[in-house]
């Protein structure tokens, strides 16, 4: 079995005369937490959709945990677990019920349900919490809660966007231990974050300007390449060119 998770050759979303994604190029690795940064505007929320399933790519070519981008986004969205900045969980159901929701809509059985909701209670330490409200619950344990529902059907790759945003430092520490756990164990994850300090968690890091791949490395080499002492320096120095905003 290949390692390779997520390969694209060439992906462009143009929208009329705009051209959104402009022929990117890359593969992730099994188990890999590959960083996928770029400012407002520079085509990144774009290229996730496309890998996503959730929308087709205008030309180049692309497989998701070895579905076809073009053919197969159906395919796509049932093998690959998501997460975004607003966690997506229903606040009026409680923790319970929201973990046996998800499971259920990435088809689950009735006993991989049982147990696997059972798994993530124990996991975060949540059995006391099973019939709170997720309203109630403090931010980030929603956060930890909706990350362990993205990866209840342990799907190959997860899709993290923006996830850590609006949290403070401690709760953004302790959601990476979650992310490293499941690299770990053979997940790969692939996240966009505004938080440079994230990306030198990262095993690689790829940098959007104006739709295109402006760079693609580990953050050392990347350091090392630009002569900055950070990543948020590398970003800066790479934003620095762009022509279009948000």
């Known amino acids: 079995m290949s390692d390779v998770v997520i390969s694209v050759r060439d992906l462009t979303k ?17 188990g890999e937490i590959f960083g996928f ?7 990144k929320t774009t290229a996730m959709r496309m890998l996503c399933g959730l929308s087709y790519p205008t030309s180049g070519s692309g497989t998701v945990a070895g579905y076809d981008v073009m053919l197969e986004g159906e395919q796509i969205k049932r093998h690959i677990g998501y997460m975004s900045q607003r966690f997506s969980l229903y606040n009026n159901l409680t923790v319970w019920e929201n973990i046996r929701l998800f499971a259920g ?9 049982e147990e696997r909701s059972a798994e993530v209670l124990e996991r975060l330490n949540f059995s006391s919490e099973r019939n709170t409200l997720v309203g109630s619950l403090p931010l980030g344990w929603k956060q930890k809660l909706s990350f362990a529902i993205a990866t209840v059907h342990r799907p190959e790759v997860v899709f993290l966007d923006e996830p850590t945003g609006g949290v403070d430092p401690v709760t953004r520490r302790q959601f990476w231990e979650m992310i490293y756990e499941a ?18 968690y990262c095993s690689r890091v790829s940098i959007m300007v104006d739709g295109e791949v402006r760079a693609l490395d580990t953050p050392a080499r990347l350091k090392q390449q630009f002569a900055a002492e950070s990543m948020d320096e590398v970003f800066r120095t790479l934003a620095r060119g762009a022509q279009r905003g948000e």
């Open 14 to 30: 143009r929208f009329g005369d705009f051209t959104a994604v402009d022929r990117i190029s890359f593969d992730v690795r099994r």
């Open 105 to 113: 809509i990435y088809g689950l059985s009735k006993k991989q349900t």
């Open 37 to 43: 940064l770029g400012a407002n505007g520079a085509g």
């Open 183 to 200: 690299a770990e164990g053979g997940t790969t994850i692939f996240v966009t974050t505004h938080y440079m300090d994230e990306a030198e």
